[in-house]
């Protein structure tokens, strides 16, 4: 049977009929320019069901079900925020879009945007997870914008500041900014093994940049750090800026534009993706100003107060007050030790220390104790003194850097952290623990252990525990609500175990 070959007519006619059958959703890369740009024109708004329609007669006819209707529109899962000029914030004209088509493809999600003014924005409402700040140019809010970011932040929303291009003008305004909108709260280079770079695509926090950006820092190699800088709020992000480009990425283009750092849009579509399923799954974890003080007793008028002292460091060292006070409240009211409690700051120096026979220490980040510090504490510890130390949401950073600082504090005695066995008695002081149970991320962070057993480690000095430390969280149980992502005990075992600590603390 003899083939006919079709001729470039035909041929070119069929491709232009496929193209045109295909959905449009597929096509998001397809117009991508080499320049950043103004947007398009706007798609005219949503209208709700009968706006800017006339009054239809009645009775209504109702619709026959065999015809289609049009689907509800997709939640709101950002807000980008518009500024005075396009050429500042709309260059990437479907930054967004494109981020929220490509999760569609890839995580099976379906979310919308809004472009509006920032008074435009109801963040009030708590309906809105991410409002997205990108541009070019050297910005500042009024102090009436920064009241409102300050409270959406606080109540579990998530802002994103994004420096277009690498610019530095941006990124300058956008640091400061930062610092005036959460003022008790440090921005810090987010590790690598934080939320946002593994809730949905693992080890994102390291990331390919584009050859260009290589030669406009020599500072960046062709894989490395992200460079993405946040503020946590109660363990949970509230504040992202990348000094570095996202946006290109995810409108699929980069440029060569001097001084200017992309990373590649691979890597940054996965960081947006993530960025989105953190906000979404966060956006509950809300405080107020009541959470950020520390724990006092309600009853004033007891003189037998017991001043648990919390250590602060270089580090993020009060990354969660409430898990604390509700330890304290707890054992206050729930246990035979009828003692009332306060909490305070203390420095590791000797004459502070000897204070405060009880020390707790928290964290997420990395820390170091100077050499002043180091014997300080040895000597304390020596005399009596009690250090518990809990890994907050089972961070990484801070577990490698308190093992190496507590082994300069405990080698020149003789000493090691070591598992506390179950037998041994912290485990039944008050609740006898047989058993634990654990989030989801500390199962999946320890796979092929035993999973029900509880994992205190503990340094004995003087014929008594003088150290015990958890590298899975129990600060996030004691919040009893839940914090997603945490490596961190269940709450019930979370309380049953760090009663014990204190009690056991405070009888021995």
Known sequence: MKVRRLDNVVRRGLWVLVLALVPACLLYAADIKDVCGPPPPPAPTNASSAEGLPPLPLPAVPQRRSEKKLPPRPPVIAVKIMTGTMEDWATDMNDINNLLIWMKANLGVNFTYDEKKLEEVDLESGQVPVIYRTGHHAFSFTPEQRERIRNYVLRGGMIIFDSCCGSKEFASSARNEIKQILPDYPMRPVPVDHPIFNCYYENVGTVRFTPWSLKQDAGLSRTGPSGIMGVEV?????????????????????????????IESDDALKIGANLMAYATATRDMSTSL??????????????????????????????DPVGLRNLLDYVSTNTALKISFENEPVQPTLDVLTKHPFVYMTGHDDFVWTDAEVAAIRQWLSNGGFLFVDACCGRQKFDAAFRREIAKVLEPAGVQLGRLPLKHPLYSCENKVTSVQMTDAARLKNPGQDQSLPKLEGAAMGGRIAVVY???SL????????????????PRSALDLGVNVVIYAMTN
Not at 298 to 316: E, I, P, Y
Request: aromatic share 12%; with cysteine.
């Open 234 to 262: 109660n363990c949970r992000m509230a504040i992202v800026f990348s000094p570095n480009d996202l946006s290109c990425g995810w409108d699929m283009h980069t440029h060569e534009k001097a001084g200017g750092t992309w």
């Open 290 to 319: 009541a959470d950020a003080k520390a724990y006092v007793d309600a009853t004033t008028t007891r003189s037998d107060k017991f001043v648990v002292g919390q250590m602060v460091h270089k580090g993020d060292w009060n990354p």
């Open 470 to 472: 958890s590298p899975i």
């Open 475 to 490: 600060n996030v149980g004691w919040r009893v609500h839940p914090v997603p992502y945490s490596v961190s005990y269940s």
